[in-house]
Each structure stands twice: as C-alpha cells, then as structure tokens.
C-alpha cells in the first residue's frame, strides 16, 4: 500500500459545528504532516508528528487540534472555524525526521474544506 | 527563517517548447524535492535532490541543484499537455526540518 487515504474528501461545515478529518497510511512511515492549502498558494504546514508525538506545531490557531491515535492515523478535530479556514487540507507522511528523507512526503489527496 | 522563492509564478508555452523553473533557499539546504500537482490534484512527488551540483532526469525533465546548495531548477524538454500543473519546489534545512515549499509555477501547455 503506497497511499496516504484521507476522508472525507470534502466537508460543508457551520461556525458552530465540530467535525474531524482523518487521515490514514500503512508504509510504516512514522513522521506523519497535516499541511493547509488556499487556492493558487503553496501548501502551508500545521503540524507535524513525529513517531505519534506532536514535534511542531505552526502557532495554528486552538480551533484546529490534531491528534495521532496510533501510527497508521492522523485526525484534526474542527470547532468554531470561520469563514476564512476554508481550503484544502493536505495530510502527508514520511519516513522518520532522522537525516535526508529518501523518498519524499506522500500526500493524500486532501479534504476540501468550506465553513459557512 | 527559512524562505524558499520559485519563479515564474506562471509560464504559458505551446506544445513543443521547453519549460523550465527555479528555485532559490534564502539557507542551505539539506536536500530540495519537487513536487507537481495536477489542477484539482493533490502534490505528487517527483524527485530530491541532496548532493552540491547533482543533475538527475527523468525523461523530459532535469533537476538540477546548486553547487552550494541554495537554488535548483527544473528543466522540461518538449513539453506535453500532460506536464499541465504547478510545480512546487520544496527545501529542506539542516536539523532534520520540515520542508518549506516554494510558491510553485503554474505551467500551462497550449496546444
């Protein structure tokens, strides 16, 4: 399997809802990325984890929060988002942070995101 | 910190012609990447790039990355309308640091 799943592919949300994206990979890849992508602009990274632990986090706003359950998975729970947070959301993964990565992040294919 | 700029933002070319983007780290890098992702597509990746002054192909297209480590580029040959997309350079620091993606180029091929 050499694929990074992510669901769902798009989410229509309100202001007040709360709602969680998931991301799932079986490569044994332990550095695992959620990444923030506006149309025409570069992706713009959130989060990273490190062999489930959360190893950076980009000053991103409380109402996104990421959680990695186990080494396959990677959510990020929404709450309160507003209008601007829409976009499409980019997990990747990749081997460890250890020395030169050989293969590069393999993307999903993202959760296009709207918050009305 | 570390900033990656790419230019063109955009490049227009007929089918035929050759294409090609640059990439240039504000720091040295530890390794660059590229990336092409498709209109609707999510980022795909293409190569990286870690030894000052390597040259790789893959058909087409040649990376190349500089002799000190701070600026790439990506050279396609003849292109097709399937090279359409935005390519994405992505630069890697020392310490093991996340990749920084450069602003990408957004190729379309008339043909």
């Known amino acids: 399997d050499t694929e990074v799943t992510q669901t769902p592919k798009h989410l229509v949300m309100g202001m007040t809802n709360k709602k969680s994206l998931k991301c799932e990979q079986h490569?044994?890849?332990?550095?695992m990325y959620w990444y923030k992508q506006k149309a025409k602009k570069p992706p713009e990274l959130m989060f990273v984890y490190s062999y489930e632990k959360l190893s950076i986090n980009e000053s991103v706003p409380s109402r996104f929060s990421p959680e990695c359950p186990n080494s396959s998975l990677l959510n990020l729970h929404l709450h309160a988002l507003q209008p601007e947070d829409s976009a499409l959301y980019l997990c990747?993964?990749?081997?460890?942070?250890?020395?030169?990565?050989?293969?590069?992040?393999?993307f999903g294919s993202g959760t296009r995101l709207t918050v009305v | 910190g570390q900033q990656v700029m790419q230019i063109p933002q955009y490049q227009h070319v007929q089918e035929g012609e050759d294409f090609t983007t640059y990439c240039n780290s504000s720091?040295?890098?530890?390794?660059i990447q590229w990336y092409k992702q498709r209109p609707g597509g999510h980022p795909v990746f293409l190569i990286q790039?870690?030894?000052?002054?390597e040259v790789k192909k893959q058909k087409r297209l040649t990376f190349q990355f500089g002799e000190a480590k701070k600026n790439s580029s990506l050279h396609i040959t003849a292109t097709q309308t399937t090279d359409v997309g935005t390519y994405f350079c992505?630069?890697?620091?020392?310490?093991?640091?996340?990749?920084?993606f450069g602003k990408g180029t957004r190729l379309s091929v008339i043909a």
């Open positions: 490569m044994g890849h332990r550095a």
């Open positions: 790039l870690v030894k000052s002054g």
């Open positions: 992505a630069g890697m620091g020392s310490g093991n640091t996340p990749l920084v």
């Open positions: 720091t040295t890098l530890s390794n």
């Open positions: 990747a993964s990749s081997h460890p942070l250890r020395g030169p990565i050989d293969y590069g992040y393999t």
